[in-house]
């Protein structure tokens, strides 16, 4: 546990929402377990096995330390959850969480909810993706060349929240849970950004009509679950969905493959790209934040950029 402490003893005070130490990449010994984020004004302790109460007692002394150093006239707010053999359970150790809990990232605010569930409203190792949506939707905003978005398994819209932003003409929000897409409607609304978006609460696999209707896109993305029963299994279910990519895509048109599974390496997103949508062309593999670093890439979070064939210049003229 002595890299968790040392991380505590030595971070900065961060601004945005921002993971700031993560056992789970492998990197710290003995601390594989563990994950701290802060997601102002709470810092949240994940733990993948239970932690003795001297174990927890260490890290709040540790936090409380130092808070008191980085912003001695606020109160220490910190929240453990404990994952283990598919149970969780959350407790407040310091402070309060706020109700209703805002975060930012980059500027935007995302609405968080720290004390049910595992999926807390905003994916942190997801940030880089966020970003290269912002920069590749920004980098189209001629009257022209604005881009409709798709946002595939969108859970709370923060990637649409991105497009909008950055100048999106519009963007299509598909997810099966009413309540995500009720909290991205909330983050939204946050940020001014309630025009030119439409939220579809369905299963992607039975409403392909309606997606087709909204086409063709500009940019799809793609960040489902890897294993959610009833919803999607990327081992079956990511092959049915790549098979349908090219007749989604605009010409030109860019495709951003999420997979965060790690006992699924690239290989298996690209064989089946090449194998099934042979049209689409890989551009690149995004880095995950360097918060998030990784002792393989394998297992390391998967989003890969892949674009469509341009129109052929005879058709273009």
């Known amino acids: ?66 808070w008191a150093q980085l912003a001695p006239e606020q109160p220490l707010n910190w929240v453990f959850q404990c994952r283990h053999e598919g149970q969780s359970s959350t407790r407040t150790m310091a402070g309060a969480v706020p109700d209703p809990h805002w975060v930012e990232e980059d500027g935007l605010r995302y609405r968080v909810h720290l004390g049910s569930g595992q999926n807390h409203g905003l994916f942190l190792d997801m940030a880089e993706g966020r970003r290269w949506v912002h920069d590749h939707v920004a980098a189209r905003t001629a009257p022209h060349d604005r881009v409709r978005v798709l946002n595939l398994f969108a859970y709370t819209c923060a990637f649409s929240v991105v497009a909008l932003k950055a100048g999106a003409r519009h963007v299509t929000n598909l997810d099966m849970s009413k309540g995500a897409l009720a909290i991205g409607q909330q983050n939204h609304r946050a940020n001014e950004l309630a025009g030119n978006v439409s939220f579809l609460p369905h299963d992607l696999f039975s409403s392909w009509g309606k997606v087709t209707r909204g086409g063709p896109y500009g940019l799809v993305i793609v960040d489902p679950p890897s294993y959610q029963k009833g919803s999607f299994v990327a081992t079956k279910d990511y092959a049915r969905l790549i098979r349908r990519l090219p007749e989604l895509l605009a010409p030109d048109g860019h495709v951003l493959l999420c997979l965060n599974a790690p006992e699924l390496g690239p290989a298996f997103l690209q064989d089946q790209m090449q194998a099934l949508a042979p049209e689409l062309v890989f551009v690149e593999r995004l880095a995950n934040p360097a918060t998030f670093a990784d002792v393989s890439e394998e297992r390391s979070l998967k989003v890969l950029v892949y674009r469509a064939p341009p129109l052929p210049e005879a058709v273009a003229g």
């Open 1 to 66: 546990m002595q890299p968790l402490l040392h991380a505590i003893a030595t971070m900065a005070l961060p601004t945005d929402a921002r993971r700031i130490f993560h056992g789970r990449g492998g990197l710290h010994p003995g601390c594989v377990h563990l994950s701290l984020d802060f997601f102002a004004p709470v810092w949240l302790l994940t733990s993948f096995q239970p932690l003795a109460d001297e174990e927890l007692a260490a890290i709040g002394s540790a936090l409380e330390a130092r």
